[in-house]
């Protein structure tokens, strides 16, 4: 899978969940959006995200237990595993953000039932006021990852109040405490074995 930060794989996108694929033909580590036949088919014990390059700048995770494909995994319920906060700082390059504490670090974190509503494929919702790494944060001020969707519904994969985008990125919302408001979203390649 690769995204160029459009909306076509936000947190509710189809591609996620269905066998659809996008652009299946390109096959090159070139630029562009695309959803392949093997995340619906292949067993999957390692994901890799990599961000503005399509090698390097990446973060991987290791399954303790092999998942039946790309698809059932994004279609599964919320997993905790697959985010070490330093490594996602350093790809998505956010050190000079005060993102506070993670919440709800995994892959198909969704929170539109509660509080603010962002949602994650993988990645985090960050909330400045938390003083620790909780499974839940009372206000998640942003996300963090692949696969995002803002609290106002407007299904912004990478950045808030915005018509979604895809594959990597991340979204802060304004917070008068701390004096940010800001988003990015980046070419990015995600990798399955």
């Known amino acids: 899978m690769k995204t160029t930060g459009d909306t076509t794989f936000n947190y509710f ?3 996620w969940t269905t066998n659809n694929t996008l652009n299946e033909s390109d096959t090159t580590l070139t630029v562009g959006s695309a959803k392949y036949k093997s995340f619906n088919t292949l067993p999957v014990t390692t994901i890799r995200g990599c ?13 303790s237990a092999a998942k039946d494909s790309a698809r059932a995994l994004f279609s599964g319920a919320y997993l905790a595993e697959g985010v070490d ?3 996602f700082v350093s790809v998505f390059d956010v050190s000079n953000y005060h993102l ?3 919440c709800a670090p995994g892959f198909n974190s969704d929170d ?15 909330d400045p006021e938390q003083p620790a790494w909780t499974l839940n944060c009372y206000y998640e001020d942003g996300v963090l990852g692949w696969g995002l969707y803002d609290d106002v519904g407007r299904g912004a994969s990478f950045r808030p109040m915005s018509s979604g985008l895809p594959g990597y990125g991340y979204a802060v919302a ?3 405490a701390t004096n940010f408001n800001t988003a990015a979203w980046r ?6 074995r």
């Open 13 to 15: 996108a189809d591609y």
């Open 51 to 63: 961000v503005t390059t399509p090698t390097s700048n990446c973060v991987q995770h290791t399954f």
């Open 85 to 87: 906060k330093d490594e």
């Open 100 to 102: 506070g504490e993670y």
């Open 112 to 126: 539109t039932l509660h509080r603010r509503g962002y949602c994650v494929r993988w990645g985090v919702a960050a």
């Open 174 to 176: 304004g917070n008068p």
């Open 187 to 192: 070419n990015s390649w995600m990798w399955v």
